[in-house]
């Protein structure tokens, strides 16, 4: 006599399930019209395996099942604390010479857009009134989308004087580095591990505390000046920087990479956080996570 669990264990590809039986094929078959037909885009979370076994009424290891099928076909890929999504297009980015996210979009053969969300000037707030020397700034914050996908959000502080001139338009259509008057030297980055806000993950499409990469970047002008300060999140199971090292070392050099302890770890000023003693961005020698980076000639800005 059959039992229940017997005709379960069959029925999710048991040793005596018929092929009709598999369900773990079926839905990997459904989910994979559903990725061919575009409901799920690339670098979409799919829902959860919670979800998908209450919505198509099979046990969480038949999702698991079928989830991995498309996995090892390289249809969607997963990574810790994040989920199953999407596998698509990495969004990479060189490091060692300055450049904009729009370069790093458009050398992908992606479309790259930008759009404004906020735009104003406003008193220099106090997490970079040390890194700026003016008392106003003009903040944006914006989303970096790559063919109508968001791949980065970034705010950015200017000193008024250098942006008088421009309007929420100007911004949306070209980089500062473009628009601002002055000519760049080059700028100091600093890439660490966060999880994301509340804010930026409904923007970006995340899970609120999903991991992210959080870039850190202070520009400088030929003269010596700040010019700008700029904070990007990019969504950590799409992103990646990639650095090119020389094979010696300078005896007695730093390393490029700090390390964060309790005492001097802070959160990106981008998402609200008191930028804390020990900030690389205080003292050129701490270091850093990138080095100065500086301008090219085919520096697009």
Known sequence: MQTKRTARKEAEGGPDASPRSLLYQD???ELRKRVASGEFQQGMLLPSEGTLSAAYGVSRPTVKRALDILRREGV???????GWFV????F????????????SVEQLGLASRRKVIEFAFMPTPPEVRGLLDCETVLRTKRINLADEKPVACVTTWCPEALATHLSKADVEQQSLYDLMAVEIAGARQVIRAVGASAEDAHLLGVPVGSPC?????LTYSVAGDVVLFAVAIFPGHSSEYVAEMPGTRKPGGRAGIRIVTPETASEPSGSGGQRAPG?????PAAGAAVG???ASPAQTG
């Open 27 to 29: 839905l990997a078959n």
């Open 76 to 82: 969607i890929d997963a990574r810790r604390g994040f």
């Open 87 to 90: 596998a698509g297009t990495l």
């Open 92 to 103: 990479r980015q060189k490091l060692g010479v300055l450049s904009t996210i729009e370069d």
């Open 213 to 217: 990469l959080a870039s850190e970047r």
């Open 279 to 283: 900030s690389p961005f205080e003292t």
């Open 292 to 294: 100065a980076v500086p």
